[in-house]
T-cell receptor, first 109, second 114 residues
């Protein structure tokens, strides 16, 4: 079966750095997405990785290792508004998105 | 402004009733998707459509129906056959499937069965 694993919840301090991991086992791979979702709202796109390596976009960076079935989202200089759930999703061989359950990130002052 | 709209934001249904959730997009996207989100679970695909007058079942299509008569619109009907319909329903669209297109989401409809 297809599976995406993320930690359920993480806590970090304002101004710090946090890394949210995602491991996947899917039938084929056509890319990995990270979305941010604030409570009660729609997911919003953060990043897309299809090649190995690190993609940096402002305070957020996303890393992919296809051989290890592993990705992480790195958030720097954390702000209170970063408190949200972060969803990892993999595009499988049929171009269907397989979603993880999300990681709830709590930022403390 | 281009975007995806869903209505209503909150919906209450009595058991045994069918309800229809609206999804409209003016992004000129070909593909539209319906997802269901439950606490502690990933998004699950209900139905999707890549072209007008055509749609495919997702992983959890039982108890749901859709239509795609216009490119802009993809309404979802939750029928009385759906055993546990209380959930957050999200509509998303992308330029077209078969490509690594980003999906953009509407604000969602929270359905509660009374």
């Amino acid at each position: 079966g297809q599976n995406i694993d993320q930690p359920t919840e993480m806590t970090a301090t304002e101004g710090a750095i946090v890394q949210i991991n995602c491991t996947y086992q899917t039938s084929g791979f056509n890319g990995l997405f990270w979305y941010q979702q604030h409570a009660g709202e729609a997911p919003t796109f953060l990043s897309y990785n299809v090649l190995d390596g690190l993609e940096e976009k402002g305070r957020f960076s996303s890393f992919l290792s296809r051989s290890k079935g592993y990705s992480y989202l790195l958030l720097k200089e954390l702000q209170m508004k970063d408190s949200a759930s972060y969803l990892c999703a993999v595009l499988d061989s049929n171009y269907q998105l397989i979603w993880g359950a999300g990681t709830k990130l709590i930022i403390k002052p | 402004d281009g975007g995806i709209t869903q209505s209503p934001k909150y919906l209450f249904r009595k058991e045994g009733q069918n309800v229809t959730l609206s999804c409209e997009q003016n992004l000129n996207h070909d593909a539209i998707y319906w997802y269901r989100q439950d606490p502690g679970q990933g998004l699950r695909l209900i139905y999707y459509s890549q072209i007008v007058n055509d749609f495919q079942k997702g992983d959890i299509a039982e108890g749901y129906s859709v239509s795609r008569e216009k490119k802009e619109s993809f309404p979802l009907t939750v029928t009385s056959a759906q055993q546990n319909p209380t959930a957050f329903y999200l509509c998303a669209s992308s330029k077209g499937q078969g490509a690594t297109d980003t999906q953009y989401f509407g604000p969602g409809t929270r359905l509660t069965v009374l």
